[in-house]
T-cell receptor
Framework: TQLLEQSPQFLSIQEGENLTVYCNSS?????LQWYRQEPGEGPVLLVT?????EVKKLKRLTFQFGDARKDSSLHITAAQPGDTGLYLC???????????FGKGTLLTVNP | EPEVTQTPSHQVTQMGQEVILRCVPI?????FYWYRQILGQKVEFLVS????????KSEIFDDQFSVERPDGSNFTLKIRSTKLEDSAMYFC??????????FGDGTRLSIL
């Protein structure tokens, strides 16, 4: 069974601070996707990384896929209250690319 | 931007009743998925569907569950005889070529 562990589970910071959240597994994934989920809504795709060592930037968000494709990180620069939400990582694998989700990191950015 | 739509947003059903959850995937997508999220737990894979047949299913997806694509646009999940433990958010997802998967806003299923 493939498992994804996300850390920290909760993170509360002040506006303007930087932060990094992590997604780790003992299994290799073909791809890794990061989603953001608001209460009562579905996960919204932020990025997909597929190559070991790949780095992708989305404005103030930087995503990295580990060289061995077992882990990933999300770094947010100068966090804003609008970044508040649940960040989920999901590893894709198998012929159908079913997603294995982590429990998520609940981020709160205080003004 | 195209999106996955799910109906209803909230379904309340008596235990033992049948329920059908509906999804309209993004129009040019070929791969379809159902996931569920029990309150406070991870999002879990249920089933994937491609080329009008189930391509993979999890242990959760037992004989009480079925999926169907009755026409060119809808994708449905049926639970034949609901149990209390089926209460969860059910998410439909679709993809053009297996990844990335785009999710709907879900149906909250409450079994009484």
């Amino acid at each position: 069974t493939q498992l994804l562990e996300q850390s920290p589970q909760f993170l509360s910071i002040q506006e303007g601070e930087n932060l990094t959240v992590y997604c780790n597994s003992s299994s290799v994934f073909s791809s890794l996707q990061w989603y953001r989920q608001e209460p009562g809504e579905g996960p919204v795709l932020l990025v997909t990384v597929v190559t070991g060592g790949e780095v992708k930037k989305l404005k103030r968000l930087t995503f990295q896929f580990g060289d061995a494709r077992k882990d990933s990180s999300l770094h947010i620069t100068a966090a804003q209250p609008g970044d508040t939400g649940l960040y989920l990582c999901a590893g894709g694998g198998g012929s159908n690319y079913k997603l294995t989700f982590g429990k998520g990191t609940l981020l709160t950015v205080n003004p | 931007e195209p999106e996955v739509t799910q109906t209803p947003s909230h379904q309340v059903t008596q235990m033992g009743q049948e329920v059908i959850l509906r999804c309209v995937p993004i129009s040019n997508h070929l791969y379809f998925y159902w996931y569920r999220q029990i309150l406070g737990q991870k999002v879990e894979f249920l089933v994937s569907f491609y080329n009008n047949e189930i391509s993979e299913k999890s242990e959760i997806f037992d004989d009480q569950f079925s999926v169907e694509r009755p026409d060119g646009s809808n994708f449905t999940l049926k639970i034949r005889s609901t149990k209390l433990e089926d209460s969860a958010m059910y998410f439909c997802a679709s993809s053009e070529n297996r990844q990335p998967q785009h999710f709907g806003d879900g149906t909250r299923l409450s079994i009484l």
